[in-house]
């Protein structure tokens, strides 16, 4: 039965404890409770707990709540309290079905009450979602919708609203929910000479009839910095988040929707396209999307209007070296920094490396000859620890009369990054310059393991790093190095100049192979959380290594086939079944000659992810073909498998008689190898079964002795969906 669940409790009672005498401060408590009881009292309520000076009052009809609410703040607004201190009370209801025992109310409808009451300020009274459409409102007040909010403990957000109350206080300072969801990158350096650009951007993005703003400029100019402290000002202003969308290594305009949803890490949506996907997850809320690098889709500019069409409150602020042109964009065109802003940039940037650098006239003309663009001037400055502003100019006098890099009609700012980056790259030692090729492979940024790596083990890497950190040409974020995307393309282009695009590439894809096949071993094992961790980080430089080894050429096929292969499992895990059966799918029209044992094994893991995406019949196919390949490449660990995989298909395809023939031929090759870990899993399968069969006796067991294996194996994960499995047979059985 549903009831409304109220919570009220005193704002500031410890500061009443300070202001007011012991004496006044019963008496205020006393009269408090009162005024509280009166209201409550004149509908067919039950007071449930009364704590210190918070209630929790529970009512058979929402309208009823709502009413006492009301007449409770009424009577507070209205009283004479001790020393004209008043004292002001939060209120906040819930409707839902919690659980009754013995008189008293629990489960989770119980905390998401208590936790919308504790959101408030004294003098309101906030309602759920649940409540406000359960609820009839009194004469003289309305409602005011304050949107979705994440609460403290509570696992899904809530939509919460205001009662606004004619002659009582209606405007308070924001919720007390936990802070924005946002993945926006940390910044390491301060914004220097663009509060006013900021400012401006920050007035359009915020701004009621505006929903997309596009920072536009040359490469350079700093667009994406302040596109980022322009989105850490106005987090206040989008409570459903803040997200940050890199499109660096997005080059297909198909898949700009897919760089949101992993974004917004939404698990991928059986049979619905990743537009339809991100639209239905941001379609009531107030989130701000910013789009970074959007040059290289712009021909994705028709999603974004249809992203924007479909959705009430997101907003869109893009990056991109030309506008969108679609009709809700507002352009804001980037220009390089006034000369005193240049100056300053400079001369911030030049004593992070040399603390006693001073500036002189020199330094104007500098930044001028660098066309007063933010990246040129940083580049120039990390030379200011061993040279002297004079003979930086000298320097760049010498480089800039050549200005023959890049296209011919590419704007001169252009060319003078371009040339920037040449003189500086020109000044690295022979070893530092190899590895700035060689991180140009890289997407999302790299360790120092990976580095090393793809630098043919050199114990000299992290020498060869420090150098492009000091030089501005490489920078770090924890444990992580970067290359700014400009830098990026102008290393790429200097590895294809010496020939060595392929290798690189090769040796790039040949280290995440053999890490995504550590990882799926790290992933079975009670380091689980790491290796997610660590793969999640990963991920662009696993889709850059993909789509080189299983691209249109196929460079190494098998190669990229052992990459879909180690990443099946971490797909699985999150929920990313298209993405992992469309690589694999990939990896399997590549690899025909391919050795036995890796046909298998792609054959099983597209199986159980193509299970995973609702596709049972072809899930059921390929997992036949997985059987049969693990029985003749004599691998009886993978037959069980491949079998264990096709049982779980064909639960949907096929009879209860035939899948549970599989789980047990799985069960008994796997308790014949000792394969813990595999007897745990299977044991779930045939606990699912069973609980398809009614037999939920059998089920809690089989999912009790599987969650119980799994915890002793380290695997919490397995552990965690059993005890699931367990709590579903309890509450088939009437045991709560």
């Known amino acids: 039965m549903a009831v409304t669940l109220l919570f009220t409790d005193i704002e500031g009672s ?39 000076d918070s209630f929790f009052v529970v009512f058979d009809d929402a309208t009823e709540a709502v009413d006492a609410a009301v007449e409770a703040q009424r009577g507070l607004a209205a009283a004479s309290w001790p020393s004209e201190v008043p004292v002001r009370v939060r209120i906040g209801m819930h409707t839902g079905e919690p659980t009754l025992v013995d008189g008293e109310y629990y489960g989770l409808d119980v905390h998401r009450a208590a936790r919308v009451s504790s959101a408030g300020h004294g003098g309101q009274i906030l309602l759920s979602r649940a409540t406000y459409d359960a609820a009839e409102l009194p004469k003289g007040v309305t409602t005011r919708d304050l949107g979705e ?6 696992g899904q957000p809530e939509w919460i609203f205001q009662l606004v109350v004619e002659g009582l206080e209606a405007n308070f300072p924001p919720l007390n929910s936990l802070e924005t969801p946002t993945n ?74 897919g760089a949101i949803e992993r974004a917004l890490d939404l698990p991928d949506a059986p049979n619905v396209a990743s537009p339809e996907n991100v639209v239905t997850c941001l379609r009531d809320k107030a989130t701000l999307l910013v789009l970074d690098n959007f040059e290289h889709v712009a021909a994705a500019a028709g999603e974004v209007a249809a992203l924007l069409a479909a959705t009430t409150r997101v907003k869109v602020l893009v990056t991109s070296r030309s506008a969108l042109r679609i009709g809700a964009e507002r352009e804001y065109p980037l220009a390089p920094l006034s000369l005193d802003g240049a100056v300053a940039l400079f001369v911030e940037r030049a004593r992070t490396v040399k603390p006693s650098f001073t500036a002189s006239s020199v330094v104007g003309e500098i930044c001028e000859r660098l066309d007063r663009l933010p990246l040129a001037i940083e580049l120039a400055a990390a030379r200011a620890r061993a040279l002297t502003p004079e003979q930086i100019l000298a ?79 490489m920078r770090q974020d924890t444990d992580r190095f970067h290359l700014l995307e400009t830098i990026r393309e102008y290393a790429a282009e200097q590895a294809a100049l010496v020939g060595e695009t392929t290798a690189i590439a090769h040796d790039h894809a040949a280290y995440f192979a053999d890490f995504a096949e550590e990882a799926d071993e790290g992933l079975r094992s009670s380091e689980q959380a790491e290796w997610r961790h660590r793969l999640d980080a990963e991920q662009p430089n696993m889709r850059a290594a993909l789509e080189w080894t299983l691209g249109s050429e196929t460079p190494d096929a098998e190669l990229g086939a052992r990459l879909a292969g180690g990443l099946a499992w971490y797909w699985y895990q999150h929920g990313r079944a298209v993405e992992g059966s469309d690589w694999l799918l990939r990896a399997r029209s590549v690899t025909g000659d391919a050795s036995l044992p890796l046909r298998a094994r792609l054959a099983q893991r597209l199986g159980i992810l193509l299970d995973q995406r609702a596709d049972k019949a072809g899930a059921a196919e390929v997992l036949r073909e997985a059987v049969a390949l693990f029985g003749e490449a004599g691998d009886r660990a993978g037959e069980a498998r491949a079998l264990n995989s096709l049982g779980s298909a064909m639960r949907t395809v096929g009879s209860n008689e035939e899948s549970r023939a599989l789980f047990e031929r799985a069960l008994a090759i796997r308790t014949d190898l000792g394969d813990e870990a595999g007897v745990a899993v299977t044991r779930f399968n045939l606990a699912h079964l069973s609980m398809d069969e009614g037999d939920y006796a059998i089920a809690r067991e089989l999912f009790q002795s599987s969650s119980d294996l799994e915890r002793s194996l380290g695997e919490e994960w397995g552990a965690a969906i059993g005890s699931v499995g367990i709590a579903s047979a309890a509450i088939a059985m009437g045991d709560l």
């Open 184 to 257: 926006l990158p940390v910044n390491l350096t301060s914004l220097i000479a663009r509060d006013s650009e900021a400012g401006e951007v920050e007035a359009l993005i915020t701004s009621p009839d505006v929903r997309l703003v596009t920072v536009t400029g040359t490469g350079g100019t700093g667009k994406t910095r302040l596109a980022l402290d322009v989105a850490k000002r106005v987090t206040d202003s989008f409570r459903n988040g803040v997200i940050f969308v890199d499109l660096t290594e997005t080059t297909d305009p198909a898949d700009v929707a």
């Open 14 to 52: 410890t500061k009443l404890l300070h202001t007011l005498t012991p004496e006044e401060f019963v008496e205020a408590h006393e009269q408090h409770r009162r005024v509280l009881r009166s209201a409550f009292r004149r509908t067919g309520c039950e007071e449930q707990r009364t704590e210190g």
């Open 395 to 473: 320097r760049l006098g010498s480089r800039l009369g050549l200005l023959v890099g890049g296209a011919r009609d590419a704007p001169a700012r252009q060319q003078t990054l371009r040339d920037t980056i040449a003189w500086s790259y020109d000044l690295l030692p022979p070893v530092a310059a190899a590895l700035l090729r060689r991180a140009a492979a890289f997407s999302g940024g790299a360790t120092l393991e990976a580095l090393e790596a793809v630098s043919g083990g050199d114990p000299d890497t992290y020498v060869n790093v420090e150098t492009l950190l000091d030089q501005s040409l």
């Open 149 to 154: 909010h994440r609460l403290k403990d509570i």
